[in-house]
């Protein structure tokens, strides 16, 4: 394998080109529309790029399953994969862009993504950008999407930025003035360790901050976070952006500076480097009043031009400047993305419905406003799809003429009307009841799309700025649930939403035979459905987030403390717990081993499929330590591996379980080891009560001593 260019020498390479510049260009460079500098033919360049789910903005490209979704996959070697497909991708249409001088935003080759922010709220409207609540799954996430994007080349293929640096997760519609209180342990054990694991495990090539502030310092400017943590203790030697205009809400909003000049000043000695806003010229005014010293701005550019170096900007070897334009949105690469999709999709009841079989149909409705929504099925930040099939499409094109497909919307999204303002509000449930009537199986396709649940700014739903009030169907859906399940005919429930959501009550309906989570499912997500209900594929994906009955018990969202929230500290029953998720197959464990090795210790377990479909399974490891004053309420997910299982076949799986994996956080956010009795726990699901009924497996569990003392239960 080619050794990655250093940090090192990037700098070196980037000093000697930043050495030419005055101040005046220097300060220039500083915006994410970096002017170019004819005298030094350095040509224009904007940092702004977006790849969370496949090359967003900028014209054709594979649009894959939304972040949320590609996270219940529990594959980390998929997410990989897909994100060398975006590097490639990225890296074509880049190479195009610049043979025509066209150097506008979302053109360049640093993407901002991955969002690694934990999904603390199932309120938030930005959460389906996430890897779900757990940093464990989202460490491990974050890293393989990074080194996938990043490449293992001389030259970085991509620059992936990690974001939002840090304890942002809401509310959308207060943060740009929202201080986050967060304690030292809730910091260091929640907050930080997607962000630490990009750093030391991926070396991410930059980190954006966050809008809001945290424990009264915005994040833009906050040495704790990017001096004291981000350089000091993880060593990052990449760059540091601002989210768009957040240095302007330090003193516009946040009112921690008097003006643009303090805030430049403050920021830059802080850390950051690039300016997503319009107000890096005050760093002229900065420097007259001695707020920065020309020798920051210097180094904050140097850091900015060692990125370029990295990316092979001015070289002349770059073995990316070779891809081609017909390596972006190929038809390996949209089957990549369907395959995502089948993966990614969580089974939450089946009554024996699915899968269907088109052999004994002579009908099928599907109806709902997201079964003809080609909106849900691409979630937010997302490229333009070659070609598209929404579930009702790909339902018709994998049954043909063999099975009549009857259609109605059945209710808007939201709003009262389906489609005729003139009309009554429930103008087109009768229509949906009709065809349901006429029908062997209903398949509904309810849930939410990014309109109303997303960035603040961005959403249709202007009243909850992308946020959600509640868990409940909006509109009129529930209604039209009722109405279907009232004709008597088996339903099918398809959930397309980026969080969790439930149907008061309705999950118990006896009509109501299975309700299957979709997510925002990526171009190809209809034929995907489609070949998961018609038993092609057997769905295996797992919850990334804790599906709650309701809202009612929960902290207010306005409040960062874990205690009461995600699975980890939450003392209520989940309606679907984090990393349920059934198949059309049973599996059964067995002979679990655990060795004991000072601080690690390797487990495993041997799983076998004793049912009827082949399938996927995901195989989980908890650990729960019984000594620590310091542990969290709930065992832990440490270990994962997704396994293909024949009828009949058993493999044998190994988890190495290192240090991090014991550790426990104190009161202020010292990580150490202060137990030597843990509960370890390997199943397809959570250890928990509720997840054994819902599945009918039980995990195997161990008492492990780090000592090597171990007692079976």
Do not use: C
């Not at 991708?89 to 690694?116: C, M, Q």
């Not at 943590?229 to 952006?241: A, N, P, R, T, Y």
């Not at 209809?526 to 902290?555: C, E, I, R, W």
């Not at 306005?558 to 059309?584: K, V």
């Amino acid at each position: 394998m080619t050794q990655q260019l250093t940090h090192e020498e990037a700098r070196r390479q980037a000093k000697a080109i930043v050495d030419q510049m005055t101040i005046d260009e220097k300060i220039g460079q500083i915006k994410y529309e970096a002017p170019a500098i004819d005298r030094l033919n350095i040509p224009e360049y904007n940092y702004w790029n977006e790849a969370l789910h496949g090359v967003a903005r900028a014209g054709v490209a594979t649009v894959f399953p939304q972040a949320i979704g590609l996270a219940a996959t529990f594959d980390d070697h998929l997410i990989n994969e897909i994100a060398d497909v975006i590097g490639t991708e990225g890296r074509a249409k880049y190479n195009e862009f610049t043979k025509h001088d066209d150097r506008d935003i979302y053109k360049g080759l640093t993407f901002w993504s991955p969002n690694v922010n934990i999904f603390r709220d199932p309120r938030w409207g930005r959460g389906h950008e996430t890897y779900g609540e757990d940093p464990f799954l989202t460490s491990k996430f974050g890293v393989a999407f990074i080194k996938g994007l990043q490449g293992q080349a001389k030259y970085l293929k991509l620059a992936a930025t990690a974001k939002h640096f840090a304890v942002h997760s809401g509310p959308e519609g207060l943060r740009h003035g929202f201080d986050a209180v967060v304690s030292d342990k809730d910091l260091y054990e929640t907050y930080l360790p997607a962000f630490k694991a990009a750093v030391e495990e991926a070396d991410v090539e930059s980190i954006m901050t966050a809008y809001n502030a945290v424990d009264g310092v915005p994040a833009s400017v906050s040495e704790m976070l990017l001096k004291d943590i981000l350089h000091d203790k993880w060593s990052f030697e990449g760059h540091v952006v601002s989210d768009y205009m957040a240095p302007e809400d330090v003193h516009e909003n946040h009112k921690y500076t008097k003006d643009a000049a303090e805030t430049m000043g403050l920021a830059i000695k802080a850390g950051l480097n690039l300016v997503a806003g319009h107000i890096e010229q005050s760093l002229h005014e900065a420097l007259d009043r001695g707020l920065v010293t020309e020798e920051e701005i210097t180094n904050a550019v140097i850091s900015l031009y060692a990125t370029r170096v990295r990316l092979g900007m001015f070289a002349t070897d770059n073995e990316y400047d070779a891809i081609p334009y017909e390596a972006n949105d190929t038809k390996a690469h949209n089957n990549l993305s369907e395959i995502a999709a089948e993966k990614s999709f969580v089974l939450l009841k089946n009554d024996g419905v699915l899968p269907l079989h088109k052999e004994t149909m002579e009908a099928i409705s599907v109806v709902g406003p997201n079964a003809h929504s080609e909106i849900a099925l691409l979630g937010n930040y997302f490229g333009t799809p070659s070609r598209s099939y929404t579930i009702l499409e790909g339902i018709q094109e994998r049954l043909g003429d063999d099975v009549r497909v009857h259609y109605s919307i059945g209710s808007g999204l939201f709003q009262d009307h389906a489609a005729e303002p003139l009309a009554k509000a429930d103008e087109r449930e009768s229509e949906a009841v009709i065809a349901a009537e006429h029908s062997d199986v209903v398949v509904a396709v309810l849930g939410l799309d990014s309109t109303i649940e997303g960035e603040e700014g961005d959403a249709g739903n202007s009243q909850g700025a992308g946020d959600k009030p509640n868990l409940s169907l909006p509109g009129r859906q529930r209604q039209l649930l009722e109405r279907l399940l009232a004709v008597g005919k088996p339903v099918v429930v398809l959930l397309a939403s980026g969080s969790s959501l439930q149907l008061d009550g309705l999950e118990n309906h006896p009509n109501l035979r299975a309700i299957m989570q979709i997510w925002y499912p990526g171009a190809r997500g209809g034929l995907a459905v489609a070949d998961v209900l018609f038993g092609a594929v057997s769905p295996s994906g797992k919850l990334p987030v804790t599906f709650y009955k309701n809202v009612d018990n929960l902290p207010a969202f306005e409040d960062y403390n874990m205690a009461g929230r995600t699975y980890r500290y939450m003392t209520d029953e989940a309606l679907y717990p984090f990393g349920y998720g059934l198949t059309y197959s049973s599996v059964e464990l067995s002979d679990l081993q655990v060795k004991s090795y000072e601080d690690t210790a390797t487990v495993t377990a041997t799983i076998q499929n004793t049912g009827n479909f082949d399938t996927d399974e995901v195989v989980q490891v908890y650990v729960k330590d019984l000594g620590s004053e310091f542990a969290v309420p709930n065992a832990q997910l440490k270990g994962f591996k997704r396994v293909y299982l024949g009828k009949g076949a058993k493999q044998t799986i190994t988890f190495d379980l290192r240090p991090q994996d014991f550790e426990v956080f104190d009161a202020q956010g010292r990580n150490l080891i202060d137990s030597d009795r843990f509960e370890i726990s390997v199943g397809v699901s959570q250890p928990d009560s509720r997840s054994i009924a819902l599945t009918g497996v039980q995990p195997l569990q161990t008492e492990l001593s780090l000592a090597g003392s171990q007692t079976m239960h």
